[in-house]
Protein backbone atom coordinates (compact mmCIF):
# COMPACT_ATOMS: atom_id res chain seq x y z
CA UNK A 1 0.00 0.00 0.00
CA UNK A 2 1.06 3.36 -1.33
CA UNK A 3 1.66 6.47 0.96
CA UNK A 4 -0.77 8.12 -0.65
CA UNK A 5 -3.58 4.88 -0.08
CA UNK A 6 -2.72 4.79 3.55
CA UNK A 7 -3.70 8.82 3.63
CA UNK A 8 -6.78 8.59 2.09
CA UNK A 9 -7.95 5.44 4.22
CA UNK A 10 -7.42 7.49 6.81
CA UNK A 11 -9.47 10.08 5.49
CA UNK A 12 -12.38 7.65 4.50
CA UNK A 13 -12.00 5.82 7.31
CA UNK A 14 -13.52 7.88 9.68
CA UNK A 15 -16.10 9.59 7.93
CA UNK A 16 -17.70 6.11 6.86
CA UNK A 17 -17.91 5.37 10.77
CA UNK A 18 -19.62 8.15 10.91
CA UNK A 19 -21.92 7.01 8.42
CA UNK A 20 -22.67 3.82 9.58
CA UNK A 21 -23.24 5.55 13.35
CA UNK A 22 -25.31 8.23 11.77
CA UNK A 23 -27.73 5.46 9.57
CA UNK A 24 -27.87 3.12 12.71
CA UNK A 25 -29.59 6.25 14.20
CA UNK A 26 -31.71 7.44 11.75
CA UNK A 27 -32.93 3.84 10.74
CA UNK A 28 -35.41 3.07 13.38
CA UNK A 29 -36.83 6.77 11.90
CA UNK A 30 -36.84 5.68 8.26
CA UNK A 31 -38.38 2.10 8.26
CA UNK A 32 -41.84 3.06 9.06
CA UNK A 33 -41.36 5.45 6.28
CA UNK A 34 -40.14 3.37 4.29
CA UNK A 35 -42.48 0.38 4.90
CA UNK A 36 -45.41 2.88 4.39
CA UNK A 37 -43.59 4.02 0.59
CA UNK A 38 -43.83 0.16 -0.28
CA UNK A 39 -47.31 -0.55 0.35
CA UNK A 40 -48.40 2.85 -1.49
CA UNK A 41 -46.35 1.35 -3.92
CA UNK A 42 -48.18 -1.79 -3.90
CA UNK A 43 -51.59 0.60 -4.02
CA UNK A 44 -50.24 2.33 -6.65
CA UNK A 45 -49.89 -0.85 -8.95
CA UNK A 46 -52.85 -2.63 -7.62
CA UNK A 47 -55.27 0.50 -8.93
CA UNK A 48 -53.22 1.26 -12.48
CA UNK A 49 -53.85 -2.63 -13.19
CA UNK A 50 -57.82 -2.47 -12.22
CA UNK A 51 -57.88 0.58 -13.99
CA UNK A 52 -55.79 -1.41 -17.11
CA UNK A 53 -58.13 -4.19 -16.68
CA UNK A 54 -61.28 -2.29 -17.02
CA UNK A 55 -60.13 -0.57 -19.99
CA UNK A 56 -59.43 -3.40 -21.74
CA UNK A 57 -62.31 -5.84 -21.33
CA UNK A 58 -64.73 -2.13 -22.16
CA UNK A 59 -62.57 -2.34 -24.87
CA UNK A 60 -62.97 -5.67 -25.89
CA UNK A 61 -67.11 -5.75 -25.01
CA UNK A 62 -66.91 -2.33 -27.39
CA UNK A 63 -66.01 -4.31 -30.80
CA UNK A 64 -67.80 -7.88 -29.44
CA UNK A 65 -64.09 -9.15 -29.11
CA UNK A 66 -64.44 -12.59 -27.60
CA UNK A 67 -67.79 -11.81 -25.68
CA UNK A 68 -70.95 -14.58 -25.08
CA UNK A 69 -74.87 -13.62 -25.10
CA UNK A 70 -76.94 -15.06 -22.40
CA UNK A 71 -79.26 -17.67 -22.90
CA UNK A 72 -80.12 -18.42 -19.68
CA UNK A 73 -78.56 -19.16 -16.28
CA UNK A 74 -79.59 -23.00 -14.93
CA UNK A 75 -78.12 -22.78 -11.56
CA UNK A 76 -75.54 -20.10 -9.79
CA UNK A 77 -72.36 -21.94 -11.30
CA UNK A 78 -73.60 -22.81 -14.76
CA UNK A 79 -74.42 -20.88 -17.76
CA UNK A 80 -75.63 -21.30 -21.27
CA UNK A 81 -74.21 -18.66 -23.76
CA UNK A 82 -74.71 -18.86 -27.63
CA UNK A 83 -71.39 -18.90 -29.98
CA UNK A 84 -70.80 -16.89 -33.60
CA UNK A 85 -72.84 -19.83 -35.06
CA UNK A 86 -75.80 -19.64 -32.67
CA UNK A 87 -75.01 -22.75 -31.25
CA UNK A 88 -75.77 -23.14 -27.75
CA UNK A 89 -72.81 -23.90 -25.14
CA UNK A 90 -73.20 -25.33 -21.16
CA UNK A 91 -70.82 -23.72 -19.35
CA UNK A 92 -69.68 -24.68 -15.93
CA UNK A 93 -68.11 -21.79 -13.42
CA UNK A 94 -64.55 -23.19 -12.96
CA UNK A 95 -62.97 -23.62 -9.15
CA UNK A 96 -66.32 -23.07 -7.43
CA UNK A 97 -69.53 -24.97 -5.93
CA UNK A 98 -72.22 -23.74 -5.44
CA UNK A 99 -75.15 -24.50 -3.44
CA UNK A 100 -77.80 -26.24 -5.20
CA UNK A 101 -81.44 -25.61 -6.26
CA UNK A 102 -84.43 -28.66 -6.38
CA UNK A 103 -83.94 -30.77 -9.31
CA UNK A 104 -87.74 -32.00 -8.45
CA UNK A 105 -90.86 -31.04 -6.69
CA UNK A 106 -90.30 -33.70 -3.84
CA UNK A 107 -86.77 -31.84 -3.44
CA UNK A 108 -88.42 -28.49 -3.55
CA UNK A 109 -90.97 -29.45 -0.59
CA UNK A 110 -88.48 -31.11 1.35
CA UNK A 111 -89.06 -30.06 5.02
CA UNK A 112 -85.40 -31.62 6.53
CA UNK A 113 -83.39 -28.03 7.55
CA UNK A 114 -80.29 -29.26 5.41
CA UNK A 115 -82.24 -29.03 2.34
CA UNK A 116 -83.92 -25.66 2.71
CA UNK A 117 -80.73 -24.49 3.42
CA UNK A 118 -79.04 -25.83 0.08
CA UNK A 119 -81.80 -24.20 -1.71
CA UNK A 120 -81.94 -20.98 -0.30
CA UNK A 121 -78.34 -20.05 -0.59
CA UNK A 122 -78.59 -21.87 -4.07
CA UNK A 123 -81.81 -20.26 -5.52
CA UNK A 124 -79.68 -16.65 -4.09
CA UNK A 125 -76.61 -17.65 -6.03
CA UNK A 126 -78.44 -18.21 -9.08
CA UNK A 127 -80.21 -15.28 -8.71
CA UNK A 128 -77.25 -13.49 -8.06
CA UNK A 129 -75.69 -14.14 -11.52
CA UNK A 130 -78.69 -13.60 -13.24
CA UNK A 131 -78.28 -9.69 -11.79
CA UNK A 132 -74.75 -9.56 -11.81
CA UNK A 133 -74.56 -10.31 -16.05
CA UNK A 134 -77.97 -8.20 -16.88
CA UNK A 135 -75.78 -5.07 -15.17
CA UNK A 136 -73.26 -5.61 -17.49
CA UNK A 137 -75.20 -6.25 -20.60
CA UNK A 138 -75.84 -9.88 -20.81
CA UNK A 139 -72.55 -10.78 -22.23
CA UNK A 140 -69.51 -12.44 -21.01
CA UNK A 141 -65.95 -13.33 -21.60
CA UNK A 142 -64.82 -17.27 -21.19
CA UNK A 143 -61.69 -18.18 -20.47
CA UNK A 144 -61.99 -21.94 -21.20
CA UNK A 145 -59.45 -24.20 -19.06
CA UNK A 146 -61.09 -27.55 -19.43
CA UNK A 147 -63.87 -29.78 -20.50
CA UNK A 148 -65.89 -31.97 -17.88
CA UNK A 149 -67.65 -35.71 -18.08
CA UNK A 150 -70.82 -33.60 -18.58
CA UNK A 151 -69.32 -31.95 -22.18
CA UNK A 152 -69.71 -28.56 -20.52
CA UNK A 153 -66.78 -25.91 -20.81
CA UNK A 154 -65.20 -25.25 -17.29
CA UNK A 155 -64.57 -21.64 -17.61
CA UNK A 156 -63.17 -18.78 -15.82
CA UNK A 157 -65.46 -16.01 -16.29
CA UNK A 158 -65.13 -11.98 -16.61
CA UNK A 159 -67.95 -9.58 -16.95
CA UNK A 160 -68.01 -6.05 -18.91
CA UNK A 161 -65.75 -4.24 -16.81
CA UNK A 162 -63.81 -7.05 -15.99
CA UNK A 163 -65.27 -8.75 -12.91
CA UNK A 164 -63.81 -11.84 -12.03
CA UNK A 165 -67.38 -13.54 -11.88
CA UNK A 166 -66.24 -16.22 -9.58
CA UNK A 167 -64.48 -14.07 -7.11
CA UNK A 168 -67.87 -11.96 -6.81
CA UNK A 169 -69.96 -14.83 -5.21
CA UNK A 170 -67.25 -16.37 -3.05
CA UNK A 171 -66.44 -12.92 -1.33
CA UNK A 172 -70.23 -12.58 -1.56
CA UNK A 173 -71.05 -16.26 0.64
CA UNK A 174 -72.67 -17.49 -2.52
CA UNK A 175 -70.30 -20.28 -3.14
CA UNK A 176 -67.06 -22.00 -2.06
CA UNK A 177 -64.25 -22.61 -3.36
CA UNK A 178 -63.84 -25.82 -5.14
CA UNK A 179 -60.19 -27.24 -3.73
CA UNK A 180 -60.64 -30.69 -5.42
CA UNK A 181 -59.77 -28.71 -8.71
CA UNK A 182 -57.40 -26.33 -7.83
CA UNK A 183 -54.52 -27.67 -9.37
CA UNK A 184 -55.31 -25.92 -13.06
CA UNK A 185 -56.49 -22.55 -10.99
CA UNK A 186 -54.76 -19.54 -12.38
CA UNK A 187 -56.33 -17.42 -9.91
CA UNK A 188 -56.17 -19.48 -6.33
CA UNK A 189 -54.94 -16.60 -4.54
CA UNK A 190 -58.32 -14.26 -5.58
CA UNK A 191 -60.28 -16.83 -4.72
CA UNK A 192 -58.77 -18.13 -1.49
CA UNK A 193 -58.43 -14.44 -0.40
CA UNK A 194 -62.12 -13.71 -1.42
CA UNK A 195 -63.51 -17.18 1.01
CA UNK A 196 -61.14 -15.70 3.69
CA UNK A 197 -63.01 -12.47 3.76
CA UNK A 198 -66.38 -14.00 3.36
CA UNK A 199 -66.29 -16.34 6.22
CA UNK A 200 -64.44 -13.51 9.00
CA UNK A 201 -67.55 -11.34 8.06
CA UNK A 202 -70.00 -14.42 8.14
CA UNK A 203 -71.06 -13.37 5.07
CA UNK A 204 -73.58 -15.09 3.12
CA UNK A 205 -74.33 -19.15 3.63
CA UNK A 206 -71.29 -18.50 6.30
CA UNK A 207 -73.74 -17.74 8.97
CA UNK A 208 -76.22 -20.48 8.34
CA UNK A 209 -75.34 -23.17 10.49
CA UNK A 210 -77.54 -25.93 8.61
CA UNK A 211 -75.70 -25.43 5.50
CA UNK A 212 -73.67 -28.56 3.91
CA UNK A 213 -71.21 -27.44 1.04
CA UNK A 214 -72.31 -28.28 -2.33
CA UNK A 215 -70.48 -31.35 -2.75
CA UNK A 216 -71.32 -32.94 0.84
CA UNK A 217 -74.92 -32.44 -0.34
CA UNK A 218 -74.92 -34.37 -3.41
CA UNK A 219 -73.57 -37.17 -1.69
CA UNK A 220 -76.54 -37.39 0.73
CA UNK A 221 -78.71 -37.55 -2.02
CA UNK A 222 -76.80 -40.85 -3.95
Known sequence: MTKLQTRILRI????????????????????????KLSKLG?????????????LYFQFRFLFNLGTYPIKRVPDGDTIVV??????????????ID???????????KSRKLVYKSQFKWGYRAKERVEELIAEKGNKVFLKI???DR?????????????????????KEGLSQIYER????????????????DAKRWRRGLWRDPKFVPAWEFRRLED
Open 12 to 35: INPVVAKLGKLWRQVKPFLDPILT
Open 181 to 196: YFKKCRSTAILVTAEK
Open 145 to 147: TDT
Open 98 to 108: TPEIPHSKAEE
Open 42 to 54: HKVKDFLEAIFTK
Open 150 to 170: YGRKVCEIRLRDGTFLQEVLV
Open 82 to 95: VDKAGKSINVRFAW
